[in-house]
């Protein structure tokens, strides 16, 4: 039997208010609700919208891996609304994951650390260590200081698929298989947080995102390794479910080529109705290519963090068009852009198998 759409309650708090409005708190009760009989709802964070069950209630949390088509394998992230929440799921708080928190929580950073018992094996694919995130999102917070629990929520979107920056991306990739929406608006920064393993000295990065390497070394106040390169390459075991290649993939294949403008004359030549995000959308080379009709030209801001916080947003409208192919000038070899190139690279290989996979 088909379960009927969820609903999308808008919840906002604005600015000025000393408390969110009672509609928005009407919203979160409804939430509770649903996440203390073992529902599922979706939620925004500054990141990207998750999907949240109660993270200590092993048949809530398979009902995340059902609606997402996950691989059990892949463990998930738990959202806290404090530190002490965040302790009460560790085994041991050890001093880096103590500092992040101190100095970086609420944020965009997830630190992974021994579990404790109460934890559920589904929420860490059975290790021994979890990962914990207090998301900057107020009304997030709000919702699990009301619901009590911590919520594991990973992006709300189906497996392998791009992540959502909006409710209405939500709706479109989960629909049916969830029981609420809350829609808080358009994410912030727009890419998944950055993965740090705080079980190991000096404390590694697991995924890049929005919080730079020197920001992590600032705040543990030390030496922040990257991932090791093994981690990186393809078909490597998954320390970390964003390790994987096919992750954060358009429906539409994606290349990143060394010099755009002849590929897309190339593409545009042979037919291909080509979507490009380009920094450089004023050069005269680039206007040149911009007459033709199989052409979308997208400008993106060329500041690492602007161009993170609308990348989702604009794959997910170009998936619409149903163009043959999505070009993105590839990023600087610069530090700052690492997590833009991190998604870039996974969403490119990922097309690059279906490729392969359905010319063999
Ligand atoms: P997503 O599925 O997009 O929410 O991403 C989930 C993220 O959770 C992955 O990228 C991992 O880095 C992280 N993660 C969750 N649990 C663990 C863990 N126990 N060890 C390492 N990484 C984890
Ligand atoms: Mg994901």
Known sequence: MARPLPDILRIEWPANAPEPSPRTEEALDRGVAILRRGGLVAIPT??????????????AVAGI????????SNPLIVHVADEAMARSLAGEWPAA???????????????????????PDIVTA?????????????LTRRLIAKAGTPLAAPSANRSEGLSPTTAH??????????DLILDGGPCLRGIESTVIDCTVSPPRILRPGPLSRGRLEEAVGG???????????????????????????????????????????????????????????????????????????????????????????TLHALDQRGLDRIVVDPPPEDEAWRAVKDRLTRAASGAQEARSASDG
């Open 46 to 59: 500054e990141t990207v919208y998750g999907l949240a069950a109660d993270a200590l209630d092993e048949e």
């Open 223 to 313: 030496p922040v390794a990257w991932p090791a390169d093994a981690a990186h390459a393809a078909g490597s075991p998954a320390r970390s479910p964003g390790q994987q290649v096919r992750h954060y993939a358009p429906k539409t294949s994606l290349e990143t080529p060394a010099d755009p403008v002849c590929r897309i004359g190339q593409l545009i030549a042979a037919g291909t109705r080509v979507g490009w995000l380009t920094t450089r959308a004023d050069d005269s080379d680039v206007r040149g290519l911009a007459a033709s009709r199989e052409l979308v030209i997208v400008p993106m801001p060329d500041d690492p963090e602007a161009f993170a916080a609308r990348l989702y947003a």
């Open 126 to 138: 059975g290790g021994s260590t979890v990962a914990l995130r207090c998301p900057a999102h107020p």
């Open 97 to 119: 994951a103590a500092a992040i928190a101190a100095r970086l929580w609420p944020g965009p950073v997830t630190v992974v650390v021994p579990r404790s018992a109460p934890v």
């Open 169 to 178: 991306h939500v709706l479109e990739s989960l629909g049916n298989r969830i």
């Open 65 to 72: 891996f059902r609606a997402k088509g996950r691989p059990a």
